[in-house]
């Protein structure tokens, strides 16, 4: 019945709220994946460039802010791709045996 945009640093603008559910498209490319898009892009790649890096930068890996919601404990579903799975899996058994919580599948 009611839908609200919130803006703001991952869960921040969500301190007190009830939330049914969270839609997000997370920075994911590596940084430095980005920087030789820059120098050298091909077709694959070259639109990447009219995109405001802070929306594709994910970090050193590509996963900073998927990590960072991972650790927080709240489930989840993600979408991942190129061997990342594995990875994340590993995450939440680290996760969920220091805390509660954990993502689905």
Known sequence: DKLELLQG???????NKKIDLIV?????VPSTELDAVKLSPTPETK?????PRIALDG???GRDFINELITSGIP????????A???LENKKEMNTKNKSGGFGR
């Open 9 to 15: 640093y991952l869960l921040e603008p969500l301190e």
């Open 24 to 28: 997000s498209n997370l920075p994911y």
């Open 47 to 51: 639109g990447l460039l009219f995109e």
């Open 59 to 61: 970090g050193e890996d």
């Open 76 to 83: 989840m579903f993600l979408e991942t791709q190129n061997g």
């Open 85 to 87: 799975k594995k990875k």
